[in-house]
T-cell receptor
Framework: DADVTQTPRNRITKTGKRIMLECSQT?????MYWYRQDPGLGLRLIYY???????NKGEISDGYSVSRQAQAKFSLSLESAIPNQTALYFC???????????????FGEGSRLTVL | AQTVTQSQPEMSVQEAETVTLSCTYD???????LFWYKQPPSRQMILVIR??????QNATENRFSVNFQKAAKSFSLKISDSQLGDAAMYFC???????????FGKGTSLLVTP
């Protein structure tokens, strides 16, 4: 099983619907992230969390919200989806305490969301 | 501003040849790591190689190596003896201020031809 698991892997929805993307990890890392990938734009940070009580906005948080239900779970919600939120979404973790403090990110397999 | 840029949206290389993907970045940090990630069609993000900024020696992982020029803030990835399985999108990445997350370049799509 993957260390960082995202569900669903693919989702098609309609404008105005509420969507939740879920992420769980077995790596024991405190830090979790949500990134969005668009063609030609690379990956951009939506939200990040250093622990259950610490949640922070990234550079493109408008239209999104998150919930850190436990150390291992970090969910991303789109309250009212719109077509320009069509993208590939990645959850990632990091461990600043373990091993080398490199900042390396460990990614889930991505959730492709299409908003019609 | 801290940015990571990849100036080559697409590149092509023949099997067994060598290709270099470029990346430039901007930072005022002195102690940091740089990364190259590979994203094959499966869309999984896979770490290819990391470079520690305060080390003079360029990192190497089998056929992958970097050319790190700290003063020029340049971090290129060299792939030797290219294989069909190297075809993918490649992203360079650099930690944001205080290292709380990574910035990513826009990516270079590498095509490997037989």
């Amino acid at each position: 099983d993957a260390d960082v698991t995202q569900t669903p892997r693919n989702r098609i929805t309609k404008t105005g619907k509420r969507i939740m993307l879920e992420c769980s990890q077995t790596k024991g890392h405190d830090r979790m992230y949500w990134y969005r990938q668009d063609p030609g734009l690379g990956l951009r940070l939506i939200y990040y969390s250093f622990d259950v009580k610490d949640i922070n906005k990234g550079e493109i948080s408008d239209g999104y919200s998150v919930s850190r239900q436990a150390q291992a779970k970090f969910s991303l919600s789109l309250e009212s989806a719109i077509p320009n939120q069509t993208a590939l979404y990645f959850c990632a973790t990091s461990d600043p305490q373990g091993g080398q403090r490199t900042g390396e990110l460990f990614f889930g397999e991505g959730s492709r969301l299409t908003v019609l | 501003a801290q940015t990571v840029t990849q100036s080559q949206p697409e590149m092509s290389v023949q099997e067994a040849e060598t290709v270099t993907l470029s990346c430039t970045y901007d930072t005022s940090e002195s102690d940091y790591y740089l990364f190259w990630y590979k994203q094959p069609p499966s869309r999984q993000m896979i770490l290819v190689i990391r470079q520690e900024a305060y080390k003079q020696q360029n990192a190497t992982e089998n056929r992958f190596s970097v050319n790190f020029q700290k003063a020029a803030k340049s971090f290129s990835l060299k792939i030797s003896d290219s294989q069909l399985g190297d075809a993918a999108m490649y992203f360079c990445a650099w930690p944001k201020n205080s290292g709380y997350a990574l910035n990513f370049g826009k990516g270079t799509s590498l095509l490997v031809t037989p």
